[in-house]
């Protein structure tokens, strides 16, 4: 415990004169009385104190004083709380933009959305909700990889003002390449951690940085070498969280131009799609980071504050608040002075 004022404490140097005058005053109450009562008319009529009760208020008047001089010094216990420290924190969000996105995310529902448009949903919601401090870097991704943002930014305003404008065909070429986006993403996650020192770690006064890549992507993507020797040289220092969007079961890709109102091959067929999760969990086992499925609606916007939540656990730092006491020794000091007046009288 701790005290703002404790010069006030040498109030309590008084507490033994006020006992000593307690005392005093009892002896000269107790010989009036014993005086008093030898006059013959008011021998039957007086009634001698009450020791107890004078006892009992001199207790709380000298109780209220203690109290009041401990309220004068003003108590203050101190409260410590692990809170993250939300400034610490950075995410790479990498955003599928290839045209298997178009694909409906369930194709066994009714006039379901594409993949492409529950993404950009679900993106907004999260962006709407994200802690004071985050910083975020938006990347779409096709068969090359494109930062939207310059950095990281923490104007998550302007974040969702960029999500609303995202188009699909913002890339001209519709391949998807895992790989140039995972590169890009590690490159992004290293300019945000200056503070680390060559062997990963940080300085004894600051919290090492927070960073890590979420990948939102259908996968369709088989898992080749470069994207394994990609992953073996970054290890887990930088966890990507994959979400994978869709069914695992073909489905046809819509195209407006087409005459049969799909993706068609060099043959006429038409192209099917399907959710690679081997893909994504190869990707997420090899960096330390989760997989998350995206086949219902919710279950993105659940699987990116899942993912928030963990990662304000690692950047946690204690926090002391001090608690002020003086307020609760003045309402004590209240009390036992209205009481020591009320027995009294």
């Given at each position: ?12 140097a ?44 001199a ?49 066994l529902e ?7 448009e ?38 998550h305003?302007e ?67 470069g ?12 966890p ?55 086949e ?50």
């Amino acid at each position: 415990m701790q005290w703002d004022y404790p010069w006030a404490l040498w109030g309590l140097a008084m507490v033994p004169g006020l006992i000593y005058c307690a005392i005093t005053l009892w002896r000269q109450k107790r010989d009036f009385w014993e005086v008093w009562c030898r006059l013959p008319f008011m021998r039957q009529q007086s009634v001698g104190p009450s020791r107890r009760r004078y006892f009992l208020a001199a207790v709380l008047l000298l109780a209220g004083f203690i109290l009041s001089v401990l309220g004068f010094a003003s108590p203050v216990i101190q409260r410590t709380a692990w809170e993250p420290v939300w400034e610490n924190v950075a995410l790479v969000l990498l955003a599928d933009f290839s045209k298997s996105m178009e694909a409906p995310r369930n194709p066994l529902e009714a006039n379901a959305p594409s993949r492409f448009e529950e993404m950009r949903v679900s993106l907004l919601e999260f962006l709407s909700t994200l802690p004071p401090g985050v910083k975020i870097s938006l990347v779409p991704f096709s068969e090359y990889a494109i930062p939207i943002t310059s950095g990281f930014s923490d104007d998550h305003s302007e974040l969702i003002a960029k999500v609303r404008r995202f188009q699909r065909d913002f890339f001209y070429k519709q391949g998807t390449d895992l790989t140039t986006t995972l590169q890009e993403g590690f490159h992004l996650a290293n300019t945000f951690a200056p503070t680390l020192g060559p062997n990963g770690t940080s300085s004894a006064t600051k919290l090492a940085p927070v960073t890590s890549l979420v990948l939102i992507s259908d996968g369709d993507e088989p898992v080749t070498n470069g994207l394994r020797q990609a992953l073996a040289e970054r290890g887990t220092g930088v966890p990507v969280f994959a979400i994978g969007v869709g069914s695992e079961g073909p489905t046809y890709i819509p195209e407006p131009q087409s005459p049969v109102g799909y993706v068609v091959d060099k043959k006429g067929v038409p192209v099917t799609t399907a959710l690679n999760t081997a893909t994504l969990r190869f990707i997420a086992e090899k960096t330390g980071g989760v997989y998350y499925p995206f086949e219902r609606r919710g279950q993105l916007l659940t699987a990116l504050q899942h993912i928030i939540q963990r990662q304000g656990i690692r950047s946690q730092r204690a926090y002391t608040y001090p608690y002020p006491l003086r307020h609760f020794f003045f309402l004590g000091a209240f009390f036992c002075l209205v009481s020591a007046w009320k027995f009294e009288n």
